[in-house]
């Protein structure tokens, strides 16, 4: 994994990442609260020449793609702004919507409104249709901790990486007093 790129403003992290044969970059975006086209078009013109690889982007977009299907209160998002937006960006960067792929009909949300009683699908993964045949799965957590749910994509496994078995965290990160204080400042940041 190596940084190619962040924003000055914390909203865009571009990773290039190399798994065993298979090379793709990572974009992960925090979309703006109120809708901004200038922040999809911006969003386009850097990042949408990476053409060498194809592309993963996850995030929270803040945006509702398919009012039908997408939100519990469609009323709520008849503004076709927000929608182009992010047409724009799927038919830009030639990426689609990975998880309406693999579940075309099903109503699963990643954030809840607690103020407005209502839930929406605003967090994606969007890729490029060549990286879509190593997606195993995408999937979306439980919304536990925060008004949002983690939006999961499993790749295939690839050959030359372990698979199977338990992941654990490496103990003697444990013992590293540095690790323990980012740590401690990440989770209460979060």
Known sequence: VRMVHHDSHGRIVLLEVSLSSLSF????VYG?????HDFFSNLVSP???????PFLLVGDLN??????????????YRD??????????????????????????????????????????????LLSPRLLA???AISHSSIVISDHAMVMVTLDPIEGLPSG???????YLYDDAHFRTYLLE?????
């Open 186 to 190: 990440q989770w209460k940041a979060y």
């Open 63 to 76: 945006v509702v793609h398919d009012p039908g299907v997408d939100c519990s209160g469609p009323a709520s």
């Open 32 to 36: 703006p609260n109120q809708y901004s």
């Open 134 to 136: 190593q997606v195993a």
């Open 47 to 53: 990042y949408g020449g990476h053409a060498d690889r």
């Open 165 to 171: 078995g338990t992941w654990r965290f490496p103990s």
């Open 80 to 125: 076709m702004g927000p929608r182009r937006g992010i047409a724009f960006l799927l038919s830009a960067m030639d990426l689609v919507d990975g998880w309406r792929v693999l579940h075309p009909s099903e109503r699963d949300y990643t954030h809840t409104s607690r103020a407005h009683g209502t839930h929406s699908r605003i967090d994606y993964a």
């Open 25 to 28: 970059y990572l974009l992960t």
